[in-house]
């Protein structure tokens, strides 16, 4: 049976517990053993991680002994999945570059904040995770974020929306999910998730559940000397 680890926590305004739940049931139903933890000590046993298929982080900024990341990161490497949503996985520890790196991203503004109106375009020419899902429309917020230029884009939304001083920059395409690798480990991270009620919306539950399948078979074609 395969094995996932959720370690929920940190800033309660993204209802860290609840979207956890979400995780766990989707995970569950897809024939996971699942543990949830609500400590980053969880992470404290590198040896115990690397025996995992997957890993979800879901905790807001918070902040994290380095090597409790150098374990997370070895787990990664060595064929672990790691995948996640909004602030839960990429603005979770804003001090520690390692983790952001391995995770491809860091949130810097939502402008408009919750609450605004936007769409989300979906690739369908760079993975099959995105087959057969058209755009969308949310209405949540819009995660302007820094990201590595190494991932793989699944889908896309539009900026400026709401005003501010980034508007005269003109129309930027700003990935809204992403895969990276690391290691040899697949890295799923998807922005959409503000709160349990996003994370519950279909379309993003089933982009989310695509991304942790596709993350926990990274160990499996590892072994079996494949990278696709």
């Known amino acids: 049976m395969r094995k996932a680890l959720i370690v929920w ?8 517990k609840e979207v956890a739940g979400i995780f766990q049931e989707v995970l569950e139903q897809e024939g996971f053993e699942v543990e949830v933890s609500d400590t980053l000590e969880a992470f404290a046993d590198g040896e115990k991680l690397k025996a995992l298929d997957l890993i979800v982080p879901v905790w807001t900024m918070g902040k994290i002994e380095n090597n409790l990341v150098d374990n997370v990161s070895a787990a990664v490497q060595s064929g672990v999945g790691l995948a996640g949503c909004h602030g839960g996985m990429c603005d979770s520890f804003r001090d520690n570059v390692d983790w952001q ?8 503004a939502h402008p408009g904040n919750d609450g605004t109106n936007y769409v989300v375009n979906v690739k369908h020419s760079s993975s099959t995770l995105t ?24 889908a896309t939304t539009r ?17 809204v999910a992403w895969t990276k690798r690391w290691g040899v480990g697949r890295v ?5 998730g503000h709160q349990a009620n996003i994370v519950d919306i ?27």
């Open 159 to 175: 900026f400026p929306v709401a005003e501010g001083p980034h508007s005269l920059n003109g129309a930027v395409d700003m990935p």
């Open 188 to 192: 799923y991270y998807n922005s959409l």
């Open 101 to 108: 790196f391995m995770t491809g991203g860091q949130w810097v």
């Open 202 to 228: 279909p379309v993003v539950k089933e982009m989310i559940r695509r991304g942790f399948l596709w993350c926990a078979e990274g160990k499996k074609a590892a072994d079996n000397g494949g990278q696709n």
């Open 131 to 154: 087959e057969g899902m058209d755009d969308f429309e949310v209405s949540s917020e819009q995660y302007y974020l820094h990201v590595d230029p190494a991932v793989n884009v699944l």
């Open 9 to 16: 926590g940190g800033w309660d305004g993204h209802q860290p």
